[in-house]
């Protein structure tokens, strides 16, 4: 049981912003910018570790990449945006299925790092 992939199979509804057969990209429930859609690989892998050292992971870490820049162009994020992923209990990722936060449409000011 796996939420993310409950949604990609559209056994839960969401909000969709793009997909291919490689990645969905949807609207995340609880925005924290006026642009935040998350970018899920179609494949489950908990974690970016695990996409590291998967078979497949290489390609579907590629199609997440274009899928971000998919994204951006649809969303008209042409002045930037911010890409986050949380990993593992300390990184605070609350969905065990890798994924890509994009936030932007407003100027982003608070930096972690
Ligand atoms: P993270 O903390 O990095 O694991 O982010 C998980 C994100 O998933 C969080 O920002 C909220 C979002 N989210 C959780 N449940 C749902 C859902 O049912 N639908 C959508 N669209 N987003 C969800």
Redesign the pocket.
């Known amino acids: 049981m796996c939420?993310?992939c409950?949604?990609i199979e559209g056994k839960?509804?969401?909000?969709k912003v793009y997909e291919n057969d490689h990645v969905l990209a949807?609207?995340?429930?609880?925005?924290?910018a006026p642009v935040?859609v998350?970018v899920v690989p179609k494949k489950h892998f908990d974690d970016i570790t695990d996409m590291a050292v998967k078979p497949e992971g290489d390609l579907y870490m590629t199609e997440v990449m274009k899928g971000i820049n998919e994204v951006a162009r649809i969303k008209g994020l042409d002045n930037g945006f911010r890409v986050?992923?949380?990993c593992g209990e300390d990184?605070?990722?609350?969905?065990?299925h890798a994924?890509f936060?994009v936030i932007g449409g407003v100027k982003l000011t608070e930096k972690m790092v």
């Open positions: 939420l993310f409950d949604i839960i509804p969401s909000t949807f609207a995340d429930i609880n925005p924290v935040h998350l986050i992923n949380n990184g605070a990722q609350s969905v065990k994924h936060h």
